[in-house]
């Protein structure tokens, strides 16, 4: 009960707008419907944890003693994200408050290269990333890794697959440098879409968020909880056949939508070449942009198969909306159409409005901040996590 109330507390400073006036210990326990002496008791635990902060004393106007405001720490507990992806390494420090503080990237060539090599530099980046947290009055509590792959529902840091960076049955404690700082796998399309319920004003209860790097992912938010599978491979998308007799994907299925709407794909059907790790992107939407006929074909036909797939999607799940992330989210003005045609033609057997796909905000910015606040909202639920003093 008493971890309830922490919460209870806790999320009721950390959901008050900024802009609004702060709340005091009596103000809380008026709108939690706790006693004073209760909420003080709370409010006294959750300072000794470094949750909560608490200014001196000052005139509200109103009758009675002066209130001390209170707010959620900006400084101590903080969550750590890292991200491995095809062609980046990137890290994060978020504080309690929901905000970056720390954020890194580095563009590397991470496809085909070796497991201990690639986490032995997104280790080197995390650690540098808490030095610099630390400075600014940080302290890491969690550290979450996102990575383009499948991690099963079970302990112990296993990457079963990540095909597209030559992953096969990678345990992170394995090949982490520092025992004491093996980060927690996650994977990527489910961070990025959990940021996107967290930090997007809840756009659905029920929505399919589907991104691209170098390949794709999709993650299922049902009733405002990620849904994750029997053993943790829900939302393999990208490996959904759209053309049963297509060519043949790395996965070892054909027709695959990754063969149609992947970053190699849309590449090689504009006539591009791609000259760096995270240039791709750019690339495409440079020559988009400037009206390359050959690009604009490749969208088109990418965002049609990505139609077909969202269709069997809508049909099964039957979700309130659809959210373009990732490079999709960048490439959105290219893509949007064409996959609204395919929707608006194939979804048949419920109604279905344009406007419920949308791109994401947080663009590829959402797995990493995903990785990062999934401690915060751990923290959120059960403060007690945090140590006291």
Request: hydrophobic share 45%; aromatic share 4%.
């Amino acid at each position: 009960m008493r971890r309830r109330n922490l919460s209870l507390v806790l999320g009721t400073l950390a959901g008050h707008s900024p802009l609004a006036r702060p709340l005091s210990r009596a103000d809380v326990a008026a709108r939690i419907g706790l006693t004073r002496a209760a909420v003080s008791s709370l409010v006294d635990e959750l300072i000794g944890r470094g949750a909560l902060t608490e200014a001196a004393a000052t005139a509200s106007g109103r009758p009675g003693r002066p209130g001390r405001e209170l707010a959620v720490s900006g400084e101590g507990p903080a969550g750590l994200g890292l991200e491995i992806g095809v062609g980046h390494l990137g890290a994060c420090v978020v504080d309690l408050r929901g905000e970056p503080r720390v954020w890194r990237r580095e563009e590397r060539a991470n496809a085909g290269r070796p497991a201990r090599e690639v986490l032995a530099e997104a280790a080197a980046l995390a650690a540098a990333a808490e030095a610099e947290a630390a400075a600014l009055g940080l302290r890491v509590e969690g550290r979450i890794l996102a990575v383009p792959g499948v991690v099963p529902n079970e302990p112990g840091g296993l990457v079963e697959g990540a095909p597209n960076l030559g992953w096969h049955g990678v345990r992170l404690s394995d090949h982490w440098p520092d025992a004491d700082t093996v980060p927690e796998p996650e994977n990527e399309a489910n961070l990025g879409a959990l940021a996107e319920y967290w930090k997007a004003g809840k756009p659905a209860e029920t929505f399919v968020h589907v991104s691209a790097g170098g390949g794709i992912g999709a993650a299922l938010i049902i009733g405002g909880r990620l849904f994750r599978g029997a053993r943790g491979f829900a939302g393999e998308l990208g490996h959904l056949p759209v053309h049963p007799d297509g060519p043949e994907c790395a996965c070892g299925s054909r027709g695959c939508l990754e063969q149609y709407a992947g970053e190699a794909a849309v590449l090689r059907e504009a006539a591009l070449v791609q000259h760096g790790p995270g240039e791709a992107v750019a690339l495409l939407a440079r020559r988009a942009g400037a009206g390359h006929a050959p690009t604009l074909a490749a969208l088109d036909r990418a965002g049609r198969a990505l139609g077909l797939a969202l269709t069997s999607a809508v049909d099964l799940i039957d979700p309130d909306g659809l959210v373009l992330g990732g490079a999709y989210a960048e490439l959105a003005d290219w893509l949007l159409p064409a996959v609204r045609a395919e929707l608006a033609a194939r979804v048949t057997v419920r109604p279905w409005a344009p406007e419920a796909l949308r791109a994401s905000a947080l663009g590829p910015r959402g797995p990493l901040l995903g990785a990062a606040l999934t401690t915060v909202r751990r923290i959120m639920a059960d403060p007690t996590l945090l140590p006291v003093g």
